[in-house]
């Protein structure tokens, strides 16, 4: 069974500092890895994924995650955080192939601070 | 851009009580998720479709909830009777391959049970 586990369910930050959240998954077989992002009162939008290839990934509002295979883990960065950076992170993994389920991790909660 | 549709966007009832939720996925999307959050807890997918097919309903509590997609489109997401533990955030998403690369997320519809 794949899981999930993200270290840190609140994170706070100041304005123009790193953001690192941290995300630690169990796979049987290769993994699929995603970021979400919940904003307030929205739904999850997708971040980036990895899924072969390139292990550091490149996703939208300048975040970035490297999977590391001997760490088991999928940890997500951005050099300078935005107070519009201030939302919900949720990490996920499916099995590999088309048509598994994504599991989520429990998410972490990023706080901006001017 | 094309959005997925919840309603309603809250409900409130009282135990014992039947409610329903409705989805409108993205337009041409083969593949419908449910999934419940708990508050301070990531999704879990409850059901999936795959046009008007169930090709995961391993974590739906049977006994009292129900879904179904009858022409492949919309969907509804019932619980009769509903319980306390049943509160939480119901979340519906569609891809349109059932890939799980990149989910679209409805905003959810927040039931709480007195």
């Known amino acids: 069974a794949q899981s999930v586990t993200q270290l840190g369910s609140h994170v706070s930050v100041s304005e123009g500092a790193l953001v690192l959240l941290r995300c630690n998954y169990s796979?049987?077989?290769?993994?699929?890895l995603f970021w979400y992002v919940q904003y307030p009162n929205q739904g999850l939008q997708l971040l980036l994924k990895?899924?072969?290839?390139?292990?550091l990934v490149k996703g939208i509002n300048g975040f970035e995650a490297e999977f590391k295979k001997s760490e088991t883990s999928f940890h997500l960065t951005k050099p300078s955080a935005h107070m519009s950076d201030a939302a919900e992170y949720f990490c996920a993994v499916s099995e590999g192939a088309a048509g598994n389920k994504l599991t989520f991790g429990g998410g972490t909660r990023v706080l901006v601070k001017p | 851009e094309a959005e997925v549709a919840q309603s309603p966007r809250y409900k409130i009832t009282e135990k014992s009580q039947a409610v329903a939720f409705w989805c409108d996925p993205i337009s041409g999307h083969a593949t419908l998720y449910w999934y419940r959050q708990i508050l301070g807890q990531g999704p879990e997918l409850l059901v999936q479709f795959q046009d008007e097919s169930v090709v995961d309903d391993s974590q739906l509590p049977k006994d009292r909830f129900s879904a179904e997609r009858l022409k492949g489109v919309d969907s509804t997401l019932k619980i009769q009777p509903a319980e306390l533990g049943d509160s939480a955030m119901y979340l519906c998403?569609?891809?349109?391959?059932?890939?799980?690369?990149?989910?679209?997320f409805g905003s959810g519809t927040q039931l709480s049970v007195l």
């Open positions: 796979s049987s077989v290769p993994p699929y």
């Open positions: 990895y899924t072969t290839g390139a292990t």
């Open positions: 998403a569609s891809s349109l391959s059932g890939n799980n690369e990149k989910l679209f």
